[in-house]
C-alpha cells in the first residue's frame, strides 16, 4: 500500500504528533511505502533509517514561533509554498492507489494544502485529533470563561464573542482562517473520511461534517509497555498529568485538595507546566508542581499514585493519560466532560465527576480513602486494559483496515 501522511511537525510536540510519527514508521516497518511530509523540523531522526519510509520537511517555522508577526498571519491563513511542496509529491503518486492521510495542518502547512489535493483528484482521510474542522480556537471551549461553547461556529454571536486564550484580535484572525479553509480549502465540506479516537468526539464533531462523510473510528496508540501492576492502595500520592490550564480543571482539582479534611499523609502533585503555574505555586504551596516532564519520570510519578485525577473540563477527544494510568493498574477519577470516560469503568476502574463542579469532584474522590477499594479498582485496571491493549499494532491493524475500505471505493 502507498501512504503519504502529512503533519505540521516532524518531532513530538504534542498527542497528533506521536501518533503522526509512530503511524509513519510502524506502517513502513510492516511493508507499505510511506512518504511522510513535514512542514516544520527538527525531524525526527529515528525516522531516517527506516526501510521503505521517505522523509520530507518544508523546514518553515511554527506560525506562533515565526520572528515575523505579519508572514506568520499571512501564511497561517493560505499557504502557498506549503501548497506547491506537498503538490511536487502528490505528482508521483496515483490517487486511485495512494492513500493520503493528515494529521495537523493548523499550525504550519495550513489549509492551501487541501487545494491542491483535491486538485491532484486525491480524496484525504482526516484524523480528528482537535476540532479546528468546525471551531475558530479548535476546542468548542469559551476559555476566559473556561466553559463549553454552544455557539455555532462562524455564526454572527460566534464572530462576536471573544472566546480565544489570548485575544479578541486573534480570535478573529483564526475566524478568517476557519473561512478560508471552508470556502477555499473545502474543509471539511469536499472531505469525505475522518478517524475519529472517541465515541464523545465524533458526537461532537459529526454535526457539521458532510451528510455522506463517513467516520472510521481508530483510538491512538498508548506507548506503555507491560509492566508491574502498581500498588496503588499503598500509595499515597493524587497525581495530574498534563498542562496547567483552566481548560484542564487544574484549579478545581486545587480546590478540592482544601475542600474537605483528606488523610494527613496524602500528598497532591502536578505534573506539567502552563499559565496557571505561578498561581497555583502562589495560593496553593502545599501542592507539589514538578514542571514538565520526560516520559520516565511520568512512569515514575504513575508507580507512585494512587489516583490519577483527569478533571478536564473541555471536550477532549481522547485522554492519553488515562489509559497509561490504566495500563499500570493507577485507577483514574475522570471528568464526564470529556471523551476519557470512555476509558473509565465507572465504579470498576475508577470514577466520572461532573466536569467543573468541585463538589462532584471531592465526593469521587472521596471513594479512594479506601485502600480495599483502591486495590479492586488497580487490579480491575491492570486486567482490563491488558486484555485489550490500545498498543502500536493494533492500532496500524486497524488503520490499515480503514485505508483498505477507502481504497476499496474509491476514495
Not at 508542581?289 to 478533571?311: I, K, Y
Not at 475522570?334 to 471523551?339: E, F, G, K, T
Not at 463538589?359 to 483502591?374: G, K, P, T
Amino acid at each position: 500500500m502507498k501512504i503519504v501522511l502529512l503533519n505540521d511537525f516532524g518531532s513530538v510536540r504534542g498527542g497528533a504528533d506521536q501518533v503522526a510519527l509512530s503511524e509513519a514508521a510502524g506502517l513502513a516497518r510492516r511493508g507499505h511505502a510511506v512518504t511522510a511530509l513535514f512542514a516544520v523540523g527538527p525531524v525526527d531522526p529515528g525516522l531516517g533509517s527506516i526501510p521503505g519510509l521517505a522523509v520530507e520537511c518544508l523546514g518553515k517555522s511554527d506560525i506562533l514561533q515565526d520572528p515575523s508577526r505579519f508572514r506568520a498571519m499571512r501564511v497561517g491563513l493560505w499557504d502557498r509554498a506549503a501548497a506547491d511542496w506537498v503538490e511536487r509529491t502528490l505528482q508521483l503518486h496515483d490517487p486511485s492507489t495512494t492513500i493520503v492521510h493528515i494529521h495537523s495542518w493548523t499550525k504550519a502547512l495550513s489549509a492551501s494544502v487541501f487545494q491542491r489535493l483535491r486538485r491532484r483528484g486525491f480524496n484525504p482521510v482526516i484524523t480528528v485529533h482537535d476540532f479546528f474542522l468546525a471551531c475558530p480556537n479548535g476546542t468548542f471551549h469559551h476559555h476566559p470563561e473556561n466553559v463549553v461553547c454552544r455557539l455555532a461556529p462562524l455564526g454572527w454571536k460566534c464572530m462576536g464573542t471573544q472566546c480565544d486564550r489570548r485575544s479578541y484580535a486573534h480570535k478573529l484572525w483564526r475566524v478568517a482562517r476557519q473561512v478560508g479553509q471552508s470556502w477555499a480549502g473545502g474543509v471539511p465540506k469536499n472531505i469525505r473520511h475522518f478517524i475519529t479516537l472517541s465515541e464523545a468526539s465524533e458526537a461532537v464533531i459529526r454535526p457539521f461534517l458532510p451528510a455522506a462523510a463517513h467516520c472510521h473510528r481508530v483510538t491512538n496508540p498508548v506507548p506503555v509497555s507491560r509492566q508491574p501492576r502498581v500498588d496503588a492502595a499503598g500509595n499515597r500520592q493524587i497525581t495530574f498529568v498534563g498542562r496547567l490550564t483552566g481548560e484542564k480543571g487544574v484549579l478545581d482539582l486545587a480546590q478540592a485538595s482544601r475542600s474537605r479534611t483528606w488523610p494527613s499523609d496524602w500528598r497532591w502533585l502536578l505534573a506539567g507546566d502552563g499559565e496557571l503555574k505561578g498561581r497555583l505555586q502562589r495560593e496553593y504551596p502545599e501542592i507539589r508542581l514538578t514542571g514538565w516532564l520526560e516520559r520516565d519520570a511520568v512512569n515514575a510519578c504513575l508507580s507512585a499514585a494512587r489516583v490519577l485525577v483527569f478533571p478536564s473540563v473541555w471536550h477532549e477527544t481522547f485522554g492519553l493519560t488515562i489509559a497509561e494510568a490504566l495500563a499500570r493498574g493507577v485507577p483514574v477519577i475522570v471528568s464526564d466532560s470529556c471523551a476519557g470516560r470512555e476509558l473509565v469503568q465507572h465504579g470498576v476502574t475508577g470514577g466520572h465527576f461532573r466536569g467543573g463542579n468541585v463538589e462532584s469532584l471531592v465526593e469521587a474522590l472521596e471513594a479512594v480513602r479506601s485502600d480495599a477499594v483502591v486495590d479492586q479498582w488497580s487490579r480491575a485496571a491492570h486486567a482490563t486494559y491488558w486484555e485489550r491493549p490500545m498498543d502500536l499494532e493494533r492500532h496500524l491493524t486497524e488503520l490499515e483496515a480503514v485505508y483498505a475500505r477507502i481504497l476499496s471505493v474509491g476514495g
